[in-house]
Structure formats: structure tokens, C-alpha cells
């Protein structure tokens, strides 16, 4: 069984972060951590692929971690987190994000919505308020779906961002990771690296040469940054179709993983369609109850 992190804030984080299924504090992790190494065999995800090209028989216990996104804060938290449990686990990083980069739209607009800080927001004709919780949520779905209507994504995030910055007390919570982050990977081994895109897009409505260029750029920014081969990869949102399989075959990717195979891969064990089990559990005992339950889908397949 694969489980599918995201991002990782310290303990004194801002309220935002509790809106957000995506975040999970360093003391909510690190119970579930100590929760999974008393139940399961955490293995890298490299040994646990193996197992799978192999055909060998994995345990019924064993686990792989992964994380996707990769923020500057996940890493610090991941490093000391592994530093004390010891265990390995892999970041899935969307390039665009590194070393200050510009946030990818759902982090952008998560900080925007949920972090008190502005009260309101006026576009496209519309006013959103962001005064309580509820209609933080509503707006924050309101306007993802004004820029899925948009045309030119590009302009309308680089429009928005400058008309609503997020300020430097909050974005520390959602950059990116640093190259300094990146190049450390090299001496540690407990932590692997995998692509998940340049920007993060929805690749499966992107052409063919457009989906090329999000992997290729992220491939080989990754390459340049940890001086090692990326052949890992997580499909950003679970979102693909079968040119990305296409395409990463021809980049040489060996590993690609999905949230729910889409099963339209022609390629032995489906090696390009790795199911993971996706946490955003909070609370101990709902914790509890996902792994359970995503330990019996996993051991009958379904």
C-alpha cells in the first residue's frame, strides 16, 4: 500500500491551514507515523517498485510514503521527522515552485481564501467574501471554476496574483522547496525525489507537446538540482491519459502513480498506473479508520 501525503506545517501555523484536507501539522504527522512503524514496515518506494516489476509477493503490512507538491516546509519537517523515526519516504515536486517560484494555482488560491488575508476579493463581476468559514470555502470554489472557464490560465493567475499577493508571513507556509533542499538529497537517502510536473496541470486536457514540455522541464530541472536520475513520477490531481503514458515512457520513466487507475496503459503490471491512498485525515481516530479501510482495498484490489 502506497500512502499519498501532501504538505507538512509546523505546529503554530496559521488557522488556514485547518480548511485545508491538504495540511497536516508536524504533531498530527508524526502521530501517524508512529502509528504506521507500529503496524507496518515502511519500505522506499523504489524497493517497494521493485516488488511490483518483479511480480514478487509484498507483504501484507508494508507501506511506501509519498509526498506530493514539494514545499520548502514539508522537507524540513519530513527531514527531522525521518531524522528521529528513521524511515525513507518520496517527494513528488512540481518544479515551478522552487526556490521562491510562483505557486501553483491550488496553493495560490488555498493561501488567498483561507488565510485572512484579505476580506473580500473582486473579479470577473463578482465579489467573494471571505469573512467566515463557510464562505471561505464557497469562495474559494467559486473561483476555481471562474479560472477553469478561463482560456489563457496563465494571464488570469499572473492578473490575480498581482492584484492579491500573498504576504511573506504567510507564503512561508506554502513556497516551494529550495535547490539547497534539493542538492541535500544527494547525502540523504532516506528521502527520494520524483516529477510531478512543471506547473501542475490537469494533463489530460493538455495536447500532446504541452503535456511533453510539463515533464520534460520538471524532469529536468530535478536532474540538474539532485544530480541524479528521475525516473518517478506522480500524476498531478491523478489526472492523465494515455499520451502521458506515451510521453513518460519516452523520457524514461520506469514508475508513474495515480490515485485511481484509469486502467488504459498497455504496459506490463501497469507500472505507469501505481494506485495510491491518499491521506487527509486529521483526527487520530479517522486516521485510524482510513487505514483500515485502505488496507482491505488495497489486499482485495478494489
Not at 514478487?56 to 514539508?74: E, L, V, Y
Not at 501542475?200 to 536520475?229: A, G, M, R, V
Not at 491523478?238 to 488504459?264: D, H, M, Q, R
Request: glycine share 4%.
Amino acid at each position: 500500500m502506497i500512502l499519498m501525503y501532501h504538505d507538512l506545517v509546523s505546529n503554530n501555523a496559521p488557522i488556514g491551514h485547518r480548511l485545508q484536507a491538504i495540511k497536516l501539522t508536524e504533531s498530527v504527522y508524526n502521530w501517524q507515523l508512529r502509528f504506521l512503524k507500529t503496524f507496518f514496515n515502511i519500505v522506499s518506494l523504489e524497493d517497494y517498485c521493485k516488488k511490483l516489476k518483479e511480480k514478487q509477493k509484498i507483504p501484507f503490512n508494508t507501506i511506501a510514503i509519498t509526498f506530493d507538491d514539494g514545499t520548502s516546509m514539508t522537507y524540513n519537517i519530513l527531514k527531522k521527522s525521518i531524522e528521529k523515526y528513521n524511515y525513507p519516504a518520496t517527494i513528488f515536486v512540481t518544479t515551478c515552485q522552487i526556490d521562491g517560484g510562483q505557486l501553483i494555482f491550488g496553493a495560490y488560491i488555498n493561501a488567498l481564501c483561507y488565510e485572512g488575508i484579505y476580506e473580500l476579493i473582486k473579479i470577473k463581476n463578482k465579489t467573494l467574501i471571505l469573512d467566515t468559514k463557510d464562505n471561505k470555502l464557497k469562495s474559494r470554489k467559486e473561483l476555481y471554476k471562474i479560472y477553469q472557464k478561463e482560456k489563457n490560465k496563465k494571464k488570469f493567475y499572473e492578473y490575480l496574483i498581482l492584484k492579491y499577493p500573498i504576504n511573506s508571513k504567510i507564503l512561508k507556509y506554502y513556497e516551494g522547496i529550495k535547490g539547497e533542499q534539493l542538492n541535500e538529497t544527494q547525502l540523504i537517502n532516506k528521502i527520494s525525489i520524483g516529477s510531478h510536473t512543471h506547473t501542475h496541470p490537469i494533463l489530460s486536457n493538455l495536447k500532446h507537446n504541452s503535456q511533453l514540455d510539463e515533464i520534460k522541464k520538471s524532469k529536468t530541472i530535478l536532474e540538474n538540482k539532485t544530480k541524479k536520475k528521475i525516473t518517478i513520477f506522480a500524476y498531478p490531481s491523478g489526472e492523465y491519459n494515455i499520451n502521458t503514458i506515451e510521453i513518460l515512457k519516452s523520457l524514461g520513466f520506469k514508475y508513474c502513480f495515480a490515485v485511481k487507475p484509469k486502467k488504459i496503459g498497455f504496459y506490463t503490471d501497469n507500472l505507469y498506473e501505481i494506485p495510491r491512498f491518499g491521506v487527509y485525515q486529521k483526527t487520530n481516530i479517522g486516521f485510524i479508520l482510513f487505514i483500515i479501510k485502505s488496507f482491505f482495498k488495497n489486499l482485495f484490489n478494489v
